[in-house]
């Protein structure tokens, strides 16, 4: 990019709904170091020349703003989105707007205008845009400096649902593009978008959609593609590698700076305490890892799998972040490998509580200095040379993961397993883990057996059948082996020890559970176990956002037909645990059916 073009400015909207739609309270960008090659913010800057209309310019090159560097002693740059052409409104989540103080009319009322604004194509008054610096480790190896490389936080919003950092992802080029174009396909937008609503309707800590604009920008990747801005919304975009990128460079009291942020403005419970062998830097790592734990305990129990969980995408607000090639499991297969780029499994299914373990390892290292020396001027201080009893605590903070981790989902399992009332100890070697060993040998599809489970109650106590008449067990036992892949499984076998599973294992725990007075299910108990069902339903989804599904509204989106993106949200988000779809999205029934022989096992790639 030649250095003689200027930085051109985006025009500030002037749209009624726009001109005063958010109040910015902006505390990354007062609070902590920026780059200072950019040191004063562009839209602060003496206009050269004045284009309300294309954006006017400021005497500064423009690739001050999209050529990569690296960037030392700072934790962000002032960042300008880039022009789309033909932005077009195609999604608003209803939730996500709420969220900030908006709703989904103010946007619709005037759709081009909405368009222009969410595409960066016009800024919000007040919005000084910047792109966050961090580094990472990706597939077990240090990359050094990531950062934002097509993502722009247009500001912090603080509502009476909390603070906000509202950021564009795939507004174009930033310093941290490295090789990138700083955009964001219409295929990738479209899965984030949905995903963050999703996981949070269905529990899960997550990052938040606000606004999806397609434009006409197309760019190159295992094919050419068009473009999408997607607006989200998340507490704090601070993740473990924003910690790591300046401790890799020695710079400890830049590692405090945004510890010490990090305390005031996202964990105020956090203080100081006398006779403790733990300071609050420490409690800090300890509050992460809790964090994390109870994220990852909440992916596993549902099937999600995250597909690449490099450090710079963990958050250390536990929240579920960058979207990328995830999955929710279709056969139930703990080995699972959702990502086409990850050659070796490191992120499969089964292996997600291991890296989040290690990946919190890799934050220990950088924390490791404020919790053995918080008030050392951290010059020479680094983690190889930390005080035993320093080490001590970081290890028993580390350590308390796995407990946490199970203790999380075995809570959550028992949930979803109906089990309401008495935690007993040994539920998920007993219960959970020979029925998820069941329908792995099978091949069972995960999020249908869940369902199953819930009319499973009520099937336990049924009267005896007569003679050649299947039981309502059975009815459901047989469901279960045609929603199952593995053809080799002796069906009949399979469906017998299922059964004997159900009457032997599962009846008494939810007798216990239910405290039936014979010690076991009776048709007496019909309508407790008629309750326990309808509790289980509001833990088992009937519909997740699986590969296909995504792929389903995308080709629509790709057709054309736009509107399904956010009929596709209100399924997945409102009605993602409905028995039955309202008339205009019965269409969507087929989501929580069969997956199509051309969707099993689907992986994504990283190229988004």
């Not at 924003?242 to 945004?258: C, D, I, T």
């Amino acid at each position: 990019m030649p250095d003689s073009v200027h930085l051109r400015l985006r025009p500030t909207t002037t749209a009624a709904e726009w001109t005063q739609a958010l109040q910015w309270s902006d505390t990354f960008t007062k609070e902590l170091p920026g780059d200072q090659d950019i040191p004063q913010a562009p839209y602060r800057m003496p206009v050269e020349n004045v284009d309300e209309e294309n954006g006017s310019t400021v005497a500064l090159p423009e690739s001050k703003y999209r050529q990569s560097r690296q960037v030392l002693g700072a934790l962000w740059s002032w960042s300008v989105p880039e022009k789309q052409e033909g932005a077009k409104l195609v999604g608003v989540s209803e939730a996500g707007a709420r969220l900030v103080g908006l709703n989904r009319e103010q946007f619709w009322a005037n759709p081009e205008a909405a368009a222009a604004v969410w595409s960066g194509n016009r800024r919000l008054p007040g919005s000084h845009g910047w792109s966050h610096c961090y580094g990472g480790h990706q597939f077990g190896a240090w990359a050094n400096q990531l950062g934002d490389g097509r993502a722009i936080s247009l500001g912090e919003v603080a509502t009476e649902n909390g603070r906000w950092e509202v950021q564009l992802k795939g507004s174009g080029r930033t310093i941290y593009s490295r090789f990138g174009d700083g955009c964001a396909v219409r295929r990738s937008s479209i899965r984030e978008y949905l995903a963050a609503e999703h996981l949070h309707a269905l529990g899960v800590p997550s990052s938040r959609s606000l606004a999806l604009v397609f434009t006409d920008r197309m760019v190159e990747r295992d094919r050419e593609e068009l473009c999408a801005v997607l607006t989200r919304l998340a507490p704090s975009w601070v993740r473990f590698g924003s910690f790591e990128l300046p401790a890799a460079r020695g710079n400890y009291k830049l590692v405090r700076k945004l510890a010490d942020y990090m305390l005031k403005h996202h964990f105020p419970d956090i203080k100081e305490q006398k006779d403790s062998v733990e300071n609050r830097y420490a409690r800090l790592l300890r509050r992460v890892v809790h964090l994390t734990a109870h994220t990852v305990a909440r992916w596993q129990a549902l099937g999600f799998c995250h597909g690449v969980m490099n450090t710079d995408n963990m958050s250390m607000l536990g929240l579920t972040i960058d979207y990328g090639p995830f999955a929710f499991l279709d056969a139930y297969d703990p080995t699972f490998i959702c990502n086409s780029s990850d050659y070796i499994g490191r992120y499969a299914f089964d292996e997600q509580p291991r890296v989040a373990l290690w990946n919190l390892i890799r934050l220990s290292a950088p924390l490791s200095t404020l919790i053995g020396s918080p008030d050392s001027p951290f010059q020479n201080t680094k983690p190889d040379s930390l005080s035993q009893p320093t080490v001590k605590v970081i290890e028993n903070i580390l350590n308390g993961f796995g407990d946490i981790f199970a203790a999380e989902y075995a809570d959550v399992m028992r949930r979803k397993f109906g089990l309401f009332h008495v935690a007993e100890d040994d539920d998920i070697a007993v219960l959970v883990k020979p029925f998820l060993a069941l329908i792995a040998e099978a091949k069972t599809d995960y999020t249908f057996a869940m369902r199953t489970l819930c009319d499973v109650p009520e099937a336990l106590t049924a009267p005896h059948c007569f003679e050649n008449e299947a039981s309502p067990l059975e009815t459901l036992v047989d469901a279960l082996a045609h929603r199952s892949l593995n053809q080799s499984c002796n069906s009949n076998n399979w469906s017998r020890r299922l059964c004997d599973f159900f009457e032997s294992v599962y009846a008494p725990r939810l007798a216990r559970d239910l405290g039936c007075a014979e010690k076991m299910l009776t048709p007496t108990d019909v309508e407790a176990a008629r309750d326990v069902g309808a509790r289980m339903k509001r833990e088992n989804p009937r519909f997740v956002l699986r590969n296909w599904v995504a792929e389903d509204v995308i080709l629509r989106a790709d057709a054309g037909e736009h509107c399904w993106v956010d009929k596709a949200l209100a399924v997945m988000t409102t009605h993602a645990f409905d028995d039955k779809l309202p008339d205009h999205l019965s269409e969507a029934e087929a989501y929580a059916g069969p997956v199509p022989t051309w969707a099993q096992g689907m992986q994504c790639s990283c190229s988004s």
